[in-house]
């Protein structure tokens, strides 16, 4: 791929370089936090941003402020959401062409030589996005208690390491992140946080609750409901199990959006359940009116490293029960607009979550979107990150 010739905003004093494998149609929190940066950098001129994804061909898209490269690499299997970003060449041009004041690199396979290339031939700062929870999703459920589990997550957290090391800085989004980070042996970590369009994700979107019941054919009993990928390590399986009981107690509905290599087995424990599944939300309004519409968001992931669609669910004002660990649990303890259940633990999900249903939703509610615009809007968050990029580089 040959760049485009002209420069991108020559007279900003600052641009960021984004490279991430972590970017597909209908993948969640990294997608959205990339683009989110894209708007930002639209509107303040003294930024410019250069994005770089793999995509399904080769493309290049040019926004005020911002251009996106789509490099051409295959699907991953098992995850169609996501494609491999091979073109390693491709990507030294783009660095060496557009000359990056930092380059924040949001995927873990690619950190290493993206630092060691950034040293020896550009001479900016890299700063690498601990998005993803290694060493806990290498082997995530049992298989990390035996003797060759132990092995493979010990082999992971030493290659976590070795990227804090090979890198400038490492950005985590939560306490949680940071802790685990540490945990590796990885210094140099700022905090940072994400954020949440709140005009998008807001109360007022409870509006359409009647309408978003009717479409899914719900008439009576709380909603209830949780959106994302159906994976091992999202734990949807211990929603489905504890459904029963709060079914029983109070005669919900559950809704399941996303998709994922669990669901044939989710889909077979949930029949007969008053369960509805539904595809992955691409529309974002929908999603917003989806969010609003729930009585209660269920997180059961252990591992989350930040949470964006609690962090959505509690924008809209919709209490959240997490489980008791990861990032999940933080906004909640922090909001105040939710509470919280054992990890792995169906039958206390259960009651938990009948408690929460049966408590007002008023005051959780206004504590929760509360929460969201002090701390997750937006426009702060990433006023936060860019002078955090600042810090990385005067050190």
Request: hydrophobic fraction near 45%; include cysteine; charged fraction near 25%.
């Amino acid at each position: 791929m040959i760049p485009p010739p002209q420069r991108l905003r020559p007279d900003a004093p600052f641009g960021v370089l984004d490279v991430s494998e972590y970017f597909g149609a209908s993948s969640g929190g990294v997608r959205t936090y990339l683009l989110q940066k894209r708007r930002f950098v639209a509107d303040h001129p003294g930024l410019r941003q250069v994005l770089v994804t793999p995509g399904a061909h080769d493309a290049v898209h040019d926004e005020p402020g911002s251009r996106w490269y789509q490099l051409r690499g295959p699907a991953i299997p098992f995850q169609p959401s996501y494609r491999f970003l091979l073109a390693t060449r491709s990507v030294r041009r783009i660095i060496d062409r557009e000359r990056p004041d930092l380059i924040e690199v949001g995927s873990s396979y690619f950190a290493p030589w993206v630092g060691h290339h950034a040293r020896r031939h550009v001479e900016v700062p890299v700063v690498w996005f601990y998005h993803a929870n290694l060493p806990r999703l290498a082997l995530p459920g049992r298989a990390r208690e035996r003797t060759i589990g132990r092995a493979v997550v010990r082999g992971v957290e030493r290659y976590v390491r070795h990227i804090g090391r090979v890198v400038d800085a490492t950005l985590a989004a939560s306490d949680f992140s940071a802790r685990e980070l540490a945990r590796c042996g990885v210094d140099r970590v700022h905090r940072v946080t994400l954020g949440v369009d709140t005009a998008r994700f807001h109360p007022g979107r409870r509006a359409a609750r009647e309408a978003v019941r009717k479409a899914l054919g719900v008439a009576d009993g709380p909603l209830v409901g949780f959106v994302g990928r159906f994976a091992e390590e999202k734990h949807v399986a211990d929603l489905v199990a504890a459904w029963p009981a709060i079914e029983r107690a109070t005669g919900g509905t559950l809704v399941l959006a996303g998709h994922g290599p669990a669901e044939p087995h989710l889909r077979a424990a949930a029949a007969g359940r008053r369960i509805r599944f539904l595809p992955f939300e691409r529309d974002r309004d929908a999603l917003a009116n989806l969010l609003a519409a729930l009585d209660l968001y269920l997180s059961p992931a252990p591992y989350e490293t930040f949470g964006l669609a609690v962090c959505e669910a509690l924008a809209c004002g919709t209490p959240v029960l997490s489980v008791d660990h990861g990032a999940a649990a933080e906004l909640v303890r922090h909001s105040g607009g939710g509470a919280l259940a054992p990890v792995a633990d169906p039958a206390a999900l259960a009651r938990a979550a009948i408690a929460v249903l049966d408590a007002p939703r008023g005051p959780l509610s206004d504590r929760a979107r509360a929460y969201v615009e002090r701390e997750h809007a937006w426009p702060a968050a990433l006023g936060r990150l860019f002078a955090t990029y600042r810090q990385v580089m005067a050190a």
